[in-house]
């Protein structure tokens, strides 16, 4: 279960001596990969959370854990505290991992005086955290989009040639307002009816709402870094499962081939950005015609990174060497058919599939309940990973065990 190394490095990369790096949302699988992997190249990693102990706080790699204020309701508390620690450990490179952390951090880099923040200015980061300018743009630069209509306002009317079911997108994932961060999620609805009994329920700071024709097909994703509009690292995935299982994070994915189509459409839409940092473009392959249909985009690092990592593809010191002038020239090939099992969602997902039926979009077809639980006992196999359990760090699974049974109890 343990991780391969990330395969050679070049002389450049070697040569870049160790150095202190701020990971925030400890909390989350994603900073827990961000920390397993440049602690393994021997950095030192500072890992931040708004509650401790954290997930990546608790693997071997995590030389200190911090507390900050949660951004969610104390903005410029949270901004302090990463300054301080920044300053306090002499902090050569801060990797802001979630939204709000990301806005945050390059909003306010000018704070971080001695530190790098190696992603894209603050207006790309959110232009491109923003579904209907990505959309735009996708449309612009010819990547495949499904339908979609903007409800500008609480109250516009409705298109009159919705095919239903619709999908209902904010605009967002995280809006500010005045009261803190708000939660935006993604939601369904079978008829008119339905439709606006959701629209009703949102908050009006998640205006504008996109309406999405739903795309049913396998979950597709093109993973990236990006040095000033160059790309030095592409990587593809497949979801074989989802957390829910009718469309949401992967539990179980696999490393695919860079499939043409695929990296057309997603670094098209990248170099139209004019992007720089990692990001990780979603799409759903049509079941109509196997077009590859954007979804959105990450503009931060991803829940299925540890995929990337042990397939051959080192997305964190990647994005750390290019900050010093030592990325690749080229992007790394890596090994196909890896897989990567996150345990805990993958249970919830089965759980959801066996009992949470009410829940589940009337047009998913998720097969046999029976078949659901033999494919969840195939329990090992060939080239498969887990994030949790990893013998050579077992904290990380302790504390995520002991997270879930709370949470069930």
């Known amino acids: 279960m343990n ?4 395969g050679p490095a070049s002389a450049a990369a070697l040569a870049l001596s160790a150095k202190t790096i701020l990971v925030t ?3 989350s699988r994603a900073a827990l990969a961000v920390t397993r992997a440049l602690g393994r190249r021997g950095h030192r990693v500072i890992v931040g959370e708004r509650r401790r102990p954290s997930l990546a706080q608790a693997s071997r790699h995590c030389a200190v854990a911090f507390q900050y204020p949660d951004p969610v309701h104390d903005e410029g508390g949270c901004l302090d505290a990463l300054v301080a620690a920044a300053e306090a450990h002499d902090v050569d490179v801060v990797l802001p991992v979630a939204d709000i952390s990301a806005t945050l951090v390059t909003e306010h880099r000018d704070r971080f005086t001695r530190a790098i923040v190696p992603y894209a200015d603050a207006g790309l980061v959110s232009r491109a955290s923003d579904k209907w300018h990505v959309l735009e743009t996708a449309r612009r630069c010819g ?8 409800l500008q306002s609480p109250g516009a009317p409705l298109p009159a040639d919705l095919p239903y079911p619709v999908v209902i997108k904010p605009h967002r994932s995280r809006v500010r307002t005045p009261e803190g961060w708000l939660l935006c999620t993604v939601g369904y609805a079978e ?3 339905a439709l606006r009994r959701e629209l009703a329920q949102r908050h009006p700071a998640q205006y504008p709402v996109i309406l999405q024709e739903r795309i049913s097909g396998p979950g597709a994703g093109l993973f990236a870094c990006y040095e000033h509009g160059r790309a030095t690292a592409l990587f593809c995935h497949r979801r074989l499962r989802e957390k829910p299982p009718w469309g949401g994070v992967s539990v179980l994915s696999e490393s695919a081939p860079l499939e043409p189509d695929l990296v057309e459409a997603g670094t098209r839409l990248l170099d139209a950005l004019g992007w720089h940092g990692v990001a990780m473009v979603e799409f759903k392959r049509d079941s109509r015609d196997g077009t590859p249909r954007l979804m959105e985009i990450n503009a931060r690092f991803w829940g299925s990174l540890q995929l990337a990592v042990d397939a051959g593809v080192d997305f964190p010191n990647i994005l750390v060497d290019g900050a010093f002038g030592c990325g690749p020239a080229v992007p790394p090939a890596y090994k196909v058919g890896v897989r990567n099992r996150w345990l805990m969602g993958d249970i919830d997902a089965l759980l959801l599939r066996l ?11 998720g097969g046999s309940r029976l078949g659901a639980i033999l494919s969840f006992l195939k329990l090992w196999g060939r080239d498969l990973h887990y994030e949790n359990p990893r013998v050579d760090d077992l904290g990380p699974w302790w504390h995520e065990t002991r997270q879930w049974f709370r949470r069930s109890a």
């Open 143 to 150: 990547t495949p989009v499904p339908e979609s209509w903007c």
């Open 355 to 365: 009992v949470g039926g009410r829940r589940q979009p009337s047009s998913w077809d």
């Open 191 to 193: 008829d008119p009816a």
């Open 25 to 27: 949302d400890g909390g």
């Open 3 to 6: 991780a391969p190394s990330s």
